[in-house]
């Protein structure tokens, strides 16, 4: 929804502008300065960014629509998986898990929270750590500086997109002066001729660089930025499980433990103390 807010009003605001100040509409449509910009701009994204980054814009664009799915429901889900796994270990040993995080797709425990299996990323990681840590006599520095370093990676994964779609949006204008620039080699070519020929080739020219602007600033820049936001939404259910894990490998009791992760989260999205409270004692 606010992705339909937000370009009613860019697209209605600098239209009404310009029509309000006695402009013409159709003088606006310059289908071939739309082709130079935004053709050479794709042209450009294509060359400087591997596949696997194609296939994750594509991946991550449906999110800028609909919006991020990581929401306070999927946190309580998230701490609720990683409490569950601490309280089962906890009663019948680590042993016990390991049916849970060999597959988690297949487990008991997993499959409570469809959202969580889902995000195989996620479920995946919830797992590994799960099973470093049944298999293994690891300290809590170790699995705190070995969780940092895969966060990291992750987060850089994460914000590929977003980034590529920058440097989209950021040679934009530069396109538009490019576009520009051929209409007035376009516009000098016909010096001599009608005036009113003249001013059309002028005006086609600055279409250019005005659509090179708007399309950089209007459209895919907060296309970019929205990504970038739901990179980082989703970074903090990898940090919130991080912080519980490191939690109970210094000996926090389950619930505790998962108290450390939700107070990782944002605030904004962060689920109150009750309410993961009842979340993880319903069952």
Known sequence: MLFVIGYIIVIASVLYGYVGSHGELMALWQPYEFLIICGAAIGAYIVSNPMSVHKAVLKAFPAVITGSKNGNRMHMDVLAVVYDILDKSRKEGMMSIEQDVENPKS???FSRYPAVV???????FIADYFRLIASGNMQA???????DMEIDGRLHE???PSMAVQRMADSMPGFGIVAAVM????????????AAEL???????????FTGVLFGYGIFG??????????HDEIKLYEAVKASIVASVNGMPPALAVEFGRKVLFSHDRPTFMQLE??????
């Open 107 to 109: 487990s008991g425990i």
């Open 118 to 124: 889902a995000n195989e990323s996620l479920a995946n």
């Open 141 to 147: 520095h170790e699995i705190d500086a070995l969780m």
């Open 158 to 160: 994460l914000t590929q």
């Open 183 to 194: 209409g007035i080699v376009i516009t000098m070519s016909a010096i001599g001729g009608d």
């Open 199 to 209: 001013g059309r080739h002028v005006a086609a020219a600055l279409v250019g660089t």
């Open 222 to 231: 907060p296309i970019a930025a929205s990504m970038e936001h739901n990179a």
């Open 278 to 283: 009842n979340k993880v004692r319903s069952r």
